[in-house]
């Protein structure tokens, strides 16, 4: 039996992301019937949790919400043996991890597939939200340009992978250091579309339909915040870095957002902005996502 795991964007061929993106969107099947998944979260969260655990209950399954400190990740005991014995008893584990390597830990000992629910590196379910959200409001991802401003984090990765791979334009506009490296970029590149980067956000959303970005200080960089506010602090998407974009740009931020720090309010409430949207299609993600997984892996 395969097991297909979602770690990374990447993880699917062309072909199966545009076949998650359908399941997404039609009507849930019972692919979970009977079966529990686990949701284990090693930091905060409101929109994944609540649309994972709904997601499971329109798929006939039972969410199990765990917190990270209760099983006590290679302190209490290690990630395969937490993982060894979660997989007797559910059809799904899906984490929210610091460390990438937990999830991938949990993958290579897994009976059952394992569903990244954000980690350090990226965040999967985000990014199928996010080319949801496009298609539906801005039209097919391969005419758009998708401008990323600020920290290239792991939505910006999973966002960029998902962008490209369905043919899409990503333009970043990062900071010096906290921008792709070279490497990344060759990588990204080699996955389709078109992909260009520059530390001049005003030249970064030139003709972009849609301007996305996200906190400056994801969970686990707080020690960093003073500095990254220095160094972030020409990056905010305002009306003017808007006005620079294509007629009409929209507006997209995973959440959860800090007024006049990355986004001003007017932008982030406008009548551009598609962020509640956004949010709510990780919902529709959620299914997609279990359901391919599940299915695959029969
Ligand atoms: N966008 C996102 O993952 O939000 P939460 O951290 O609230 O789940
Ligand atoms: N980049 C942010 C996303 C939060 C959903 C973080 O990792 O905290």
């Given at each position: 039996?395969?097991?297909?795991?979602?770690?990374?964007?990447?993880?699917?061929?062309?072909?199966?992301?545009r076949?998650?993106?359908?399941?997404?969107?039609?009507?849930?099947?019972?692919?979970?019937?009977?079966?529990?998944?686990?949701?284990?979260?090693?930091?905060?969260?409101?929109?994944?949790?609540?649309?994972?655990?709904?997601?499971?209950?329109?798929?006939?399954?039972?969410?199990?919400?765990?917190?990270?400190?209760?099983?006590?990740?290679?302190?209490?005991?290690?990630v395969?043996?937490?993982?060894?014995?979660?997989?007797?008893?559910?059809?799904?584990?899906?984490?929210?991890?610091?460390?990438?390597?937990?999830?991938?830990?949990?993958?290579?000992?897994s009976?059952?597939?394992?569903?990244?629910?954000?980690?350090?590196?990226?965040?999967?379910?985000?990014?199928?939200?996010?080319?949801?959200?496009?298609?539906?409001?801005?039209?097919?991802?391969?005419?758009?340009?998708?401008?990323?401003?600020?920290?290239?984090?792991?939505?910006?990765?999973?966002?960029?992978?998902?962008?490209?791979?369905?043919?899409?334009?990503?333009?970043?506009?990062?900071?010096?250091?906290?921008?792709?490296?070279?490497?990344?970029?060759?990588?990204?590149?080699?996955?389709?579309?078109?992909?260009?980067?520059?530390?001049?956000?005003?030249?970064?959303?030139v003709?972009?339909?849609?301007?996305?970005?996200?906190?400056?200080?994801?969970?686990?960089?707080?020690?960093?915040?003073?500095?990254?506010?220095?160094?972030?602090?020409?990056y905010?998407?305002?009306?003017?870095?808007?006005?620079?974009?294509?007629?009409?740009?929209?507006?997209?931020?995973?959440?959860?957002?800090?007024?006049?720090?990355?986004?001003?309010?007017?932008?982030?409430?406008?009548?551009?902005?598609?962020v509640?949207?956004?949010?709510?299609?990780?919902?529709?993600?959620?299914?997609?996502?279990?359901?391919?997984?599940?299915?695959?892996?029969?």
């Amino acid at each position: 039996m395969t097991i297909r795991h979602l770690l990374d964007i990447t993880d699917l061929t062309v072909g199966e992301l545009r076949h998650v993106l359908a399941l997404s969107t039609a009507a849930p099947k019972k692919v979970l019937d009977g079966e529990g998944v686990a949701l284990i979260f090693e930091k905060p969260s409101n929109r994944t949790r609540h649309s994972m655990e709904m997601a499971v209950v329109q798929l006939g399954g039972h969410p199990v919400y765990t917190r990270g400190e209760e099983i006590g990740f290679d302190t209490r005991e290690t990630v395969e043996d937490v993982t060894r014995i979660m997989s007797g008893y559910h059809g799904v584990l899906a984490a929210r991890v610091f460390a990438h390597a937990t999830v991938t830990r949990m993958a290579a000992c897994s009976a059952v597939p394992v569903v990244n629910m954000l980690s350090d590196r990226s965040h999967p379910l985000q990014a199928l939200a996010d080319v949801i959200t496009m298609k539906e409001h801005c039209g097919p991802v391969d005419d758009l340009v998708v401008a990323w401003v600020g920290d290239y984090n792991n939505v910006a990765r999973s966002l960029a992978e998902a962008v490209l791979m369905l043919g899409g334009t990503m333009s970043f506009g990062c900071p010096a250091g906290y921008d792709a490296p070279a490497a990344e970029l060759t990588r990204l590149a080699a996955l389709g579309g078109s992909v260009s980067q520059t530390d001049d956000p005003h030249a970064a959303v030139v003709g972009a339909h849609v301007v996305h970005t996200d906190t400056w200080i994801s969970m686990g960089q707080e020690e960093e915040s003073a500095a990254r506010r220095k160094v972030f602090s020409s990056y905010i998407v305002d009306s003017t870095l808007m006005g620079d974009a294509a007629p009409g740009a929209k507006f997209m931020h995973c959440m959860p957002a800090h007024r006049g720090e990355e986004v001003s309010a007017d932008v982030f409430d406008g009548d551009n902005s598609l962020v509640i949207a956004q949010g709510h299609h990780r919902l529709t993600a959620a299914r997609g996502a279990l359901t391919f997984v599940r299915e695959a892996s029969r």
